[in-house]
């Protein structure tokens, strides 16, 4: 039975004073709402072009109303006309980041949960809400009928144990990347939550990307013809903090190339191998066995696909997609300084660039801001509006935990011939969700004990 969902209008923000604030860029909106007067923003520190038309006052009925009005004016994705009461389980960087998404889109937190109460105390001063309920685990959480949504940011070992209260109540999930620490308890949990497209949407937000979405549009149109190559560059500029933990830079990293590359050929690999290795006066708590990644697979049809992973990318945060095709080729996001544009280049068979070539902006942040949010703010926000919209209209998620699942055996079989000295692993997928899983021990990507740990957690869940 389905429970957890009562979408509800912001009347009741007309029946106190309240105040919401949208930032974008440069510019600063703040709405005050009296139980008196409309409802008035006030706009300060404009420095958008006098084009947006967007007046230094302007009367609003509601906060939905303000934020619909001003993401026009500013050329965003419009967001949904039901304001959601969220959740935020787990609430380190990713978590805090995602909370202050929500709430500059007119989104409610009215729960705050974290199995470490300093990080509880932390987040509800970061983001305002000293209001909000707490909880100290999930499926307190889950059972408290507050909430209308969930997204979960909590440590990667965590999320199925996490999501899966949740999702038995009947409340839409946003989990973030991964969706488990491993691939044995990766097709454990979807067993247990079974594999309807409408149950958790995952946090791999290169789809919600326009410059990406563009791109897949292009490739879609055959613009380029058939692929020949394709070659996705992550590259963060710093390390992470000495606190961070992962099984290793293509497992942390590598999960949102692949999956951007699994959606942009719309093919699955046959053959998967990885290298490791050691770039200068660098060092991270995260590796395996060196700092720098390159991951290469080929599919049925003869695509040849590349993954390049590191943390050493001096200049800033570099993500960047070439794909050469049989009539042409595609570079996006060729590095041009941090935050900086963002190209979709299409070159002819002439050499010369396409007419429909495109550039993007990202987003500039005030104040402190995590590496990776210029290039992929929007992305983010899109990510939760279409979230909201599917979960409105009763649709399927855009990124479902089958979808993160496919990735993660990329990611595990890369991870796997790294540590093993580059060796090459095969890999292949079924509808089927056991036969899947067969073949991936097939494939040496479970290993027998993690098999068996993983039946007897299956039985101990539903005892």
Wanted: hydrophobic letters at 35%.
């Amino acid at each position: 039975m389905r429970i957890g969902f009562r979408a509800r209008c912001q009347l009741e923000d007309r029946l106190q004073p309240r105040q919401f604030q949208v930032a974008y860029g440069s510019n600063s909106i703040t709405l005050v709402t009296d139980e008196t007067l409309h409802n008035r923003a006030e706009q300060s520190a404009c420095n958008e072009p006098p084009r947006l038309g967007l007046g230094c006052k302007s009367i609003f009925t509601d906060a939905g109303s303000l934020i619909r009005d001003v993401r026009r004016m500013w050329d965003l994705p419009v967001m949904s006309d039901v304001v959601f009461r969220y959740g935020l389980f787990g609430t380190g960087r990713c978590g805090c980041v995602h909370g202050e998404i929500l709430m500059a889109q007119g989104q409610r937190l009215v729960a705050i949960g974290d199995e470490h109460p300093g990080a509880i105390a932390s987040a509800v001063q970061r983001l305002g809400v000293r209001n909000a309920a707490t909880f100290a685990n999930a499926s307190s959480m889950a059972r408290s009928g507050i909430i209308d949504a969930v997204v979960i940011s909590s440590h990667t070992k965590n999320h199925a144990r996490d999501a899966e209260p949740f999702v038995r109540a009947g409340i839409p999930v946003y989990l973030e990347k991964p969706l488990t620490a491993d691939l044995r308890e990766g097709f454990s949990f979807v067993k247990e939550i079974g594999v309807g497209k409408n149950l958790v949407q995952v946090g791999l937000q290169r789809r919600f990307d326009e410059a990406l979405g563009y791109t897949k549009q292009l490739l879609d149109e055959k613009h380029v013809g058939e692929i020949r190559e394709i070659r996705s560059i992550l590259r963060d500029q710093h390390p992470p903090p000495p606190t961070y933990s992962s099984r290793g830079l293509i497992i942390d990293m590598g999960i949102h190339v692949a999956d951007e590359v699994l959606w942009l050929t719309g093919e699955f690999p046959h053959t998967v191998w990885a290298r490791m290795f050691h770039a200068k006066d660098y060092h991270s708590p995260i590796d395996e066995g060196g700092n720098t990644a390159h991951v290469g697979f080929t599919t049925a049809s003869g695509t040849i696909c590349r993954l390049d992973l590191s943390r050493t990318h001096a200049s800033g945060y570099n993500n960047e997609t070439c794909i050469i095709g049989t009539k042409g080729t595609l570079h996006v996001g060729r590095f041009c300084g941090y935050p900086g544009p963002i190209h979709v280049e299409l070159w002819t068979e002439s050499g010369k660039l396409h007419p429909m070539s495109r550039s993007f902006p990202m987003t500039v942040l005030p104040g402190h801001f995590a590496e990776f949010q210029p290039r992929f703010q929007r992305a983010y926000e899109f990510a939760h509006s279409t979230f909201r919209d599917a979960v409105r209209g009763k649709k399927d998620f855009a990124v479902t935990q089958i979808d993160v699942l496919n990735a993660q055996v990329v990611v595990e079989a890369a991870h796997r011939s790294a540590v093993n000295g580059g060796i090459d692993y095969s890999v292949s997928r079924s509808e089927k969700l056991e036969d899947y899983e067969q073949l991936c021990r097939d494939h040496r990507l479970i290993d027998a004990h993690e098999h068996e740990s993983a039946i007897e957690g299956t039985l101990s869940c539903r005892s």
